[in-house]
Protein backbone atom coordinates (compact mmCIF):
# COMPACT_ATOMS: atom_id res chain seq x y z
CA UNK A 1 0.00 0.00 0.00
CA UNK A 2 1.22 3.47 -1.08
CA UNK A 3 1.07 6.68 0.74
CA UNK A 4 -1.11 7.85 -1.42
CA UNK A 5 -3.70 4.88 0.03
CA UNK A 6 -3.20 5.38 2.73
CA UNK A 7 -4.53 8.72 3.20
CA UNK A 8 -7.24 8.23 0.48
CA UNK A 9 -10.62 10.02 1.74
CA UNK A 10 -13.61 8.44 2.85
CA UNK A 11 -16.41 10.88 3.63
CA UNK A 12 -20.14 9.72 5.28
CA UNK A 13 -22.91 12.24 3.29
CA UNK A 14 -24.06 13.93 6.68
CA UNK A 15 -22.79 14.64 9.77
CA UNK A 16 -24.90 12.96 12.33
CA UNK A 17 -27.90 15.50 13.86
CA UNK A 18 -27.03 17.99 16.87
CA UNK A 19 -23.39 16.63 16.95
CA UNK A 20 -22.06 20.25 16.37
CA UNK A 21 -23.89 21.91 19.30
CA UNK A 22 -22.72 18.70 21.47
CA UNK A 23 -19.35 19.35 20.93
CA UNK A 24 -19.29 22.99 21.59
CA UNK A 25 -20.03 21.98 25.14
CA UNK A 26 -17.09 22.63 27.58
CA UNK A 27 -15.18 19.52 28.45
CA UNK A 28 -15.77 17.01 29.18
CA UNK A 29 -19.35 17.41 28.91
CA UNK A 30 -20.51 14.01 28.71
CA UNK A 31 -24.05 12.71 28.56
CA UNK A 32 -25.80 9.30 28.54
CA UNK A 33 -26.50 6.87 25.99
CA UNK A 34 -28.46 3.69 25.84
CA UNK A 35 -26.56 1.09 24.97
CA UNK A 36 -27.88 -0.22 22.29
CA UNK A 37 -26.68 3.28 20.45
CA UNK A 38 -23.12 2.49 21.51
CA UNK A 39 -21.87 1.08 17.99
CA UNK A 40 -23.16 2.44 14.95
CA UNK A 41 -23.11 2.12 11.44
CA UNK A 42 -23.65 4.87 8.76
CA UNK A 43 -23.00 5.30 5.06
CA UNK A 44 -19.30 4.85 5.15
CA UNK A 45 -19.07 1.94 6.76
CA UNK A 46 -17.74 -0.81 4.39
CA UNK A 47 -14.93 2.13 2.84
CA UNK A 48 -14.12 2.40 7.03
CA UNK A 49 -13.07 -1.22 7.19
CA UNK A 50 -11.85 -1.35 4.01
CA UNK A 51 -9.40 1.37 5.14
CA UNK A 52 -8.81 -0.61 8.40
CA UNK A 53 -7.93 -3.56 7.05
CA UNK A 54 -5.28 -1.74 4.63
CA UNK A 55 -3.93 0.04 7.43
CA UNK A 56 -3.41 -3.03 9.68
CA UNK A 57 -1.90 -5.31 7.26
CA UNK A 58 1.02 -2.20 5.94
CA UNK A 59 1.49 -0.99 9.62
CA UNK A 60 -0.21 -2.84 12.31
CA UNK A 61 2.62 -1.76 14.49
CA UNK A 62 1.22 1.69 14.18
CA UNK A 63 -2.25 1.03 14.67
CA UNK A 64 -2.51 -1.59 17.38
CA UNK A 65 -0.84 -1.86 20.35
CA UNK A 66 -1.29 -3.94 23.64
CA UNK A 67 0.73 -3.60 27.08
CA UNK A 68 1.45 -6.45 29.49
CA UNK A 69 -1.89 -7.40 31.06
CA UNK A 70 -4.47 -5.88 28.77
CA UNK A 71 -5.27 -9.55 27.44
CA UNK A 72 -8.37 -10.15 29.70
CA UNK A 73 -9.88 -6.46 29.46
CA UNK A 74 -9.44 -7.29 25.44
CA UNK A 75 -10.79 -10.73 25.33
CA UNK A 76 -14.08 -9.44 28.03
CA UNK A 77 -13.96 -6.24 25.36
CA UNK A 78 -14.71 -8.92 21.97
CA UNK A 79 -17.55 -10.82 23.92
CA UNK A 80 -19.10 -7.78 25.25
CA UNK A 81 -19.08 -6.32 21.51
CA UNK A 82 -20.75 -8.98 19.83
CA UNK A 83 -23.54 -9.02 22.38
CA UNK A 84 -24.02 -5.64 22.14
CA UNK A 85 -23.70 -5.40 18.31
CA UNK A 86 -26.28 -3.35 16.53
CA UNK A 87 -28.97 -4.17 14.03
CA UNK A 88 -27.98 -5.44 10.65
CA UNK A 89 -24.97 -8.03 12.14
CA UNK A 90 -25.77 -11.51 12.59
CA UNK A 91 -23.54 -13.84 15.08
CA UNK A 92 -23.48 -17.42 14.40
CA UNK A 93 -20.64 -19.46 16.25
CA UNK A 94 -17.49 -18.24 15.59
CA UNK A 95 -18.39 -16.51 12.65
CA UNK A 96 -19.78 -12.66 12.23
CA UNK A 97 -22.06 -11.26 9.22
CA UNK A 98 -21.57 -7.84 8.84
CA UNK A 99 -24.29 -5.22 7.49
CA UNK A 100 -22.59 -5.35 4.16
CA UNK A 101 -22.73 -9.21 3.61
CA UNK A 102 -19.07 -9.51 4.26
CA UNK A 103 -18.39 -12.73 6.53
CA UNK A 104 -15.85 -12.55 9.29
CA UNK A 105 -14.14 -15.11 11.34
CA UNK A 106 -13.88 -14.71 15.26
CA UNK A 107 -9.86 -14.93 16.16
CA UNK A 108 -9.94 -14.66 19.56
CA UNK A 109 -5.98 -14.95 20.11
CA UNK A 110 -6.05 -10.96 18.04
CA UNK A 111 -9.29 -9.72 19.84
CA UNK A 112 -8.42 -6.30 18.35
CA UNK A 113 -7.80 -7.42 14.48
CA UNK A 114 -11.47 -9.25 15.11
CA UNK A 115 -12.93 -5.80 16.01
CA UNK A 116 -11.21 -3.87 13.18
CA UNK A 117 -13.02 -6.32 10.65
CA UNK A 118 -16.51 -5.83 12.36
CA UNK A 119 -16.91 -2.26 13.44
CA UNK A 120 -16.35 1.30 12.71
CA UNK A 121 -15.02 2.39 16.58
CA UNK A 122 -11.32 2.47 16.81
CA UNK A 123 -11.02 1.09 20.70
CA UNK A 124 -8.86 1.87 23.06
CA UNK A 125 -8.84 0.46 26.50
CA UNK A 126 -8.24 2.26 30.08
CA UNK A 127 -7.04 0.37 33.18
CA UNK A 128 -7.06 1.55 36.70
CA UNK A 129 -3.45 1.92 37.87
CA UNK A 130 -3.09 3.70 40.92
CA UNK A 131 -4.65 7.21 40.93
CA UNK A 132 -4.98 7.11 36.88
CA UNK A 133 -5.93 5.10 34.04
CA UNK A 134 -3.44 4.14 31.81
CA UNK A 135 -4.27 3.31 27.65
CA UNK A 136 -2.91 -0.28 27.69
CA UNK A 137 -4.75 -1.11 24.86
CA UNK A 138 -5.73 0.25 21.55
CA UNK A 139 -6.98 -0.10 17.56
CA UNK A 140 -6.03 3.35 16.46
CA UNK A 141 -6.57 3.47 12.88
CA UNK A 142 -8.44 6.92 12.61
CA UNK A 143 -5.92 9.37 14.62
CA UNK A 144 -6.93 12.49 14.31
CA UNK A 145 -3.93 14.86 14.96
CA UNK A 146 -2.08 11.88 17.85
CA UNK A 147 0.05 9.30 17.57
CA UNK A 148 -0.81 6.20 19.34
CA UNK A 149 3.21 5.02 19.81
CA UNK A 150 3.25 8.56 22.06
CA UNK A 151 -0.03 7.48 24.20
CA UNK A 152 0.21 3.97 25.03
CA UNK A 153 1.31 3.08 27.86
CA UNK A 154 0.36 6.10 29.46
CA UNK A 155 -2.43 7.63 32.19
CA UNK A 156 -4.88 10.09 31.01
CA UNK A 157 -3.37 13.53 32.21
CA UNK A 158 -0.11 12.40 30.16
CA UNK A 159 -1.85 10.99 26.91
CA UNK A 160 -3.98 15.21 27.20
CA UNK A 161 -0.77 17.26 27.83
CA UNK A 162 -0.42 18.51 24.26
CA UNK A 163 -4.31 20.01 24.17
CA UNK A 164 -4.09 23.30 26.09
CA UNK A 165 -7.21 23.48 27.22
CA UNK A 166 -6.80 19.69 29.18
CA UNK A 167 -5.46 21.57 32.66
CA UNK A 168 -5.96 20.20 35.91
CA UNK A 169 -9.10 21.10 36.59
CA UNK A 170 -10.34 19.08 33.55
CA UNK A 171 -7.96 16.38 34.42
CA UNK A 172 -9.47 15.83 37.70
CA UNK A 173 -13.21 15.96 35.97
CA UNK A 174 -12.26 13.76 33.26
CA UNK A 175 -10.41 11.19 36.04
CA UNK A 176 -14.20 10.88 37.76
CA UNK A 177 -16.12 10.60 35.09
CA UNK A 178 -13.44 7.63 34.36
CA UNK A 179 -13.98 6.24 38.00
CA UNK A 180 -17.94 6.39 37.92
CA UNK A 181 -18.80 5.35 34.71
CA UNK A 182 -21.30 2.76 34.97
CA UNK A 183 -21.57 -0.98 33.92
CA UNK A 184 -24.17 -1.13 31.23
CA UNK A 185 -24.46 3.42 31.04
CA UNK A 186 -22.22 4.45 28.53
CA UNK A 187 -21.48 7.97 28.02
CA UNK A 188 -20.72 10.31 24.75
CA UNK A 189 -19.62 13.73 24.03
CA UNK A 190 -18.13 14.79 20.01
CA UNK A 191 -15.77 16.92 18.70
CA UNK A 192 -15.70 18.78 15.58
CA UNK A 193 -13.05 20.88 13.44
CA UNK A 194 -12.33 21.71 10.05
CA UNK A 195 -9.70 19.70 8.48
CA UNK A 196 -8.04 20.79 5.34
CA UNK A 197 -7.46 16.98 4.35
CA UNK A 198 -10.41 14.75 4.15
CA UNK A 199 -7.90 11.62 5.34
CA UNK A 200 -8.97 9.50 8.52
CA UNK A 201 -5.51 8.73 9.48
CA UNK A 202 -3.72 11.50 10.46
CA UNK A 203 -0.88 11.03 12.87
CA UNK A 204 1.03 13.64 14.45
CA UNK A 205 3.15 13.57 16.88
CA UNK A 206 3.39 15.73 20.26
CA UNK A 207 5.55 19.04 19.60
CA UNK A 208 4.25 19.20 15.84
CA UNK A 209 0.24 20.60 16.70
CA UNK A 210 -2.27 20.43 13.72
CA UNK A 211 -2.79 24.29 12.62
CA UNK A 212 -6.91 23.93 13.08
CA UNK A 213 -8.70 24.41 9.86
CA UNK A 214 -10.16 28.28 9.43
CA UNK A 215 -13.58 29.56 8.04
CA UNK A 216 -12.47 27.94 4.92
CA UNK A 217 -11.41 24.45 5.42
CA UNK A 218 -12.95 22.24 2.58
CA UNK A 219 -14.18 19.05 5.55
CA UNK A 220 -15.36 18.86 8.51
CA UNK A 221 -14.35 15.98 10.70
CA UNK A 222 -16.27 15.04 14.16
CA UNK A 223 -15.54 12.18 16.28
CA UNK A 224 -18.99 10.27 18.56
CA UNK A 225 -16.87 9.16 21.45
CA UNK A 226 -18.04 7.20 23.74
CA UNK A 227 -16.91 5.80 27.51
CA UNK A 228 -18.55 2.35 28.79
CA UNK A 229 -17.17 0.33 31.45
CA UNK A 230 -16.95 -3.60 31.31
CA UNK A 231 -18.67 -5.70 33.94
CA UNK A 232 -16.01 -8.24 34.42
CA UNK A 233 -12.31 -6.77 34.42
CA UNK A 234 -13.50 -2.91 35.19
CA UNK A 235 -11.70 -1.71 32.11
CA UNK A 236 -12.78 1.56 30.62
CA UNK A 237 -13.54 1.45 26.99
CA UNK A 238 -13.11 4.54 24.52
CA UNK A 239 -14.55 4.24 21.60
CA UNK A 240 -14.14 6.79 18.53
CA UNK A 241 -16.23 7.01 15.58
CA UNK A 242 -14.96 9.22 13.12
CA UNK A 243 -17.34 11.35 10.81
CA UNK A 244 -15.77 13.26 7.53
CA UNK A 245 -17.83 15.42 5.23
CA UNK A 246 -16.92 17.72 2.81
CA UNK A 247 -18.46 21.23 3.25
CA UNK A 248 -20.61 23.04 0.96
Known amino acids: MTNHDCLRPVLQSEMPDGQR ?3 AARLPAMRSVDLVDWLRVDDAYSAQLALKADLIADQRGDVIAVCDGAGAALAELLDYTLAHLPDGFAVSGEAVTRPDG ?3 ALDRDDPLLTLSRIVQEDLCILQKQG ?4 LTAALLCFPASWTLAQKIGKPLLAIHVPVAEYDEN ?3 RVQR ?3 GV ?5 LWR ?3 LGYDKAALYQPRREGDPRPVGGAGAPFDRSERQTVLRLPNTGAVVFSIHSTVVAVG
Not at 131 to 134: A, K, Q
Not at 182 to 186: E, K, M
Request: proline content about 4%.
Open 102 to 104: VSV
Open 21 to 23: AVA
Open 177 to 179: LFD
Open 182 to 186: QVGRP
Open 190 to 192: ANY
Open 170 to 172: IAK
Open 131 to 134: DEHV
